[in-house]
């Protein structure tokens, strides 16, 4: 399922499985069709694997339906949409700032950007004291700025699963210059919340949920876009 909020001039989603922000992408790319669009995501996983793992085509131009949008969705699983927003034509390129390294872009318009410096995913569930001093700072200019440099040019859709938060402190980053770029200038903001990886992902001395994230941010939006 997926909310719709508006913040001035920036729609922004709220679902509840990270394919599913596909109906607001598709939502924009239809209000203005001739714009380049591009998606910068952050999250915990990569989300590169190839639409429909391949068993299927993708129809160039499908955004252009919201019925075929939204079979899309019915299909696809939350680490494939994506592709299929690459492939339809929705979307022109993609970065995925991510926590971990372990799929190869299935399309070449997907740039991973990937702190070398983070653990593997086994260190990072099983022994969490060693990756917390990087966790908590994935919205600090620390750790963004080298991975993106600035906002990049024209339109982009922000999005967000919320997965990508291990722990309450990575929601209040010291320093949150680009973080706050990155809100102020999207044209829209797509959150997942992705509760079941949050729950079983989160550091195991935090008690943070999937909403709790999301309320967080919607707050935050509502400040900065005012």
């Known amino acids: 399922m997926t909310t719709f909020f508006q913040f001035k001039n920036t729609p922004v989603s709220v679902s509840d499985y990270h394919h599913e922000v596909l109906e607001l992408w598709a939502e924009v790319k239809r209000s203005s069709p001739e714009r380049s669009l591009g998606t910068v995501t952050l999250d915990h996983h990569t989300d590169v694997v190839q639409a429909f793992r391949g068993a299927k085509e993708v129809m160039p131009g499908a955004w252009k339906s919201k019925e075929c949008v939204l079979d899309a969705v019915a299909q696809l699983k939350h680490d494939e949409h994506i592709d299929w927003a690459l492939q339809s034509g929705l979307t022109d390129y993609a970065k995925v700032i991510a926590h971990v390294n372990e799929t190869t872009p299935a399309n070449g318009r997907m740039e991973l950007l990937f702190d070398p410096k983070f653990p593997d995913e086994l260190t990072q569930l099983n022994e969490p004291e060693k990756f917390y001093p990087m966790a908590k700072n994935v919205l600090d200019d620390s750790f963004l700025t080298p991975l993106l440099r600035d906002v990049p040019s024209g339109a982009y859709i922000l999005d967000i699963d919320c997965d990508n938060f291990l722990c309450r402190d990575a929601l209040f980053p010291q320093n949150s210059k ?46 900065l876009l005012a």
Do not use: C, G, P
């Open 178 to 223: 680009l973080w706050h770029k990155l809100i102020r200038h999207a044209t829209a903001i797509s959150v997942s919340l992705e509760s079941d990886y949050v729950r079983i992902l989160k550091f195991r001395n935090e008690n943070i949920t999937a909403e709790e994230i999301a309320d967080h941010l919607l707050s935050l939006f509502e400040t």
